[in-house]
C-alpha cells in the first residue's frame, strides 16, 4: 500500500533540458517536502508546502520551482538541470512529528 | 548542525551481534528526535522515534537512547541480521505543525555473515 508515491523512479534529462518529478501521496498530510539527496549524503531540504503556503529554503538555488495543484499531489520543476543537479529526489510528506518518504526519483543529467 | 560529509562512517558487525550507532545532535531546543533506515536507491524508511520526555525508547529488536545533557543519541539493533545492512539517519526537529529535520551525516551499517 504506497502511501508516497513518486515518478518516475529514475528520470533521465539533457543538460540544459527542463524537467519534471511528480510526488502523490495517499496520506492526506498536509505538508510536503521536496528533497535533494547525493551520493553518500544525508537528504537536503529544497522547499516545503505547508497546506498551499509555499516556503523554500535560503540556500535553494532559483533553477528548483515547485508546484502543489491539491493536497495530493506536488511537482518539482527543474528549469535548466546542470550536471551538479544529478541526484536522488525524496519527496516526504507530514502531518505532525515524522516524516514518510517516497521511494525517490534518481535523476541523470547528460 | 547540517550534514556536510562526503564520507560516511562504516559500521562493520557479524550477524547476530548487537549494533550501536551514535549520532551527536545540534540543536538544544530539538524535542523529536527519529531515526531512518535507507537502503541503496530507496527512499529513508522510519524505524523509531523519541521525544525529549523519554530518554529510552524501545521498538522490535531496535532501543533508542537520548542523553540531553550531551546532545547524543543512539540507536541499538539486537541479533543484528543482513537486512539490516543500510545507511541510518538520525533527525531531530520541533513536534507539532511543521517540522524542519536536521539530518545527521549518516552511518553505514555493514553486515557480515
Known amino acids: 500500500d504506497a502511501m508516497v508515491i513518486q515518478n518516475p523512479r529514475y528520470q533521465v534529462t539533457q543538460f540544459g533540458k527542463p524537467v519534471t518529478l511528480s510526488c502523490s501521496q495517499t496520506?492526506?498530510?498536509?505538508?510536503m517536502y521536496w528533497y535533494q539527496q547525493k551520493s553518500s549524503q544525508a537528504p537536503k531540504l529544497l522547499f516545503h508546502y505547508y497546506d498551499k503556503d509555499f516556503n523554500n529554503e535560503a540556500d535553494t538555488p532559483d533553477n528548483f520551482q515547485s508546484r502543489r495543484p491539491n493536497t495530493s499531489f506536488c511537482f518539482l520543476d527543474i528549469r535548466s538541470p546542470g550536471l551538479g543537479d544529478a541526484a536522488m529526489y525524496l519527496c516526504?510528506?507530514?502531518?505532525?512529528?515524522?516524516?514518510?518518504f517516497g521511494p525517490g526519483t534518481r535523476l541523470t543529467v547528460l | 548542525g547540517e550534514s556536510v560529509g562526503l564520507h560516511l562512517p562504516t559500521l562493520s558487525v557479524q550477524e547476530g551481534d548487537n549494533s550501536i550507532i551514535n549520532c551527536a545532535y545540534s540543536?538544544?531546543?530539538?524535542?523529536?528526535f527519529i531515526w531512518y533506515k535507507q537502503e541503496s536507491g530507496k527512499g529513508p524508511q522510519f524505524i523509531i522515534d523519541?521525544?525529549?520526555?523519554?530518554d529510552k525508547r524501545q521498538g522490535q529488536r531496535v532501543t533508542v537512547l537520548l542523553n540531553k545533557t550531551v546532545k547524543h543519541l543512539s540507536l541499538q539493533i539486537a541479533a543484528t541480521q543482513p537486512g539490516d545492512s543500510a545507511v541510518y539517519f538520525c533527525a531531530e526537529t520541533h513536534s507539532g505543525g511543521y517540522n524542519k529535520l536536521i539530518f545527521g551525516a549518516g552511518t553505514r551499517l555493514a553486515v557480515h555473515p
Open positions: 496520506l492526506n498530510h498536509n505538508v
Open positions: 516526504a510528506t507530514s502531518r505532525e512529528g515524522e516524516q514518510f
Open positions: 523519541i521525544r525529549s520526555n523519554m
Open positions: 540543536n538544544s531546543a530539538s524535542d523529536y
